[in-house]
Nanobody, 120 residues
Framework: QVQLVESGGGLVQAGGSLRLSCAAS????????MGWYRQAPGKQRELVAV???????NDADSVKGRFTISRDNAKNTVYLQMTSLKPEDTAVYYC??????????????WGQGTQVTVSS
């Protein structure tokens, strides 16, 4: 079983910045992909930015140039630096990973979500 613990959400004014963190843990953890999705009220969950299993990144067009995903492999942690935030970035942000452990086959895992609210 893999656990994901997120932190860093909150309320910010338009144009401001926030940094999200997500730490993964599990016995013999091997992460194949990891990143962030978001879900706004009344909308489907959408990809924000992820490190793919191929080793690159996949970013949503709506956040290119404003959000930066980074990671610390030694800590099994991924970060999302969000700048120039807009009201339309308001959503619950979910950490995601595709990983396996000593006791489980590769599977998708999700964090509990952290609220990001951008006021105009």
């Amino acid at each position: 079983q893999v656990q994901l613990v997120e932190s860093g959400g909150g309320l910010v004014q338009a144009g401001g910045s926030l940094r999200l963190s997500c730490a993964a843990s599990g016995s013999g953890l091997r992460i194949r992909a990891m990143g962030w999705y978001r879900q706004a009220p009344g909308k489907q969950r959408e990809l924000v930015a992820v490190f793919t299993s191929a080793g690159g990144t996949n970013d949503a067009d709506s956040v290119k140039g404003r959000f930066t995903i980074s990671r610390d492999n030694a800590k099994n942690t991924v970060y999302l630096q969000m700048t120039s935030l807009k009201p339309e970035d308001t959503a619950v942000y979910y950490c995601y990973c595709h990983a396996q452990t000593y006791y489980s086959s590769p599977a998708d895992y999700w964090g509990q979500g952290t609220q990001v609210t951008v006021s105009s």
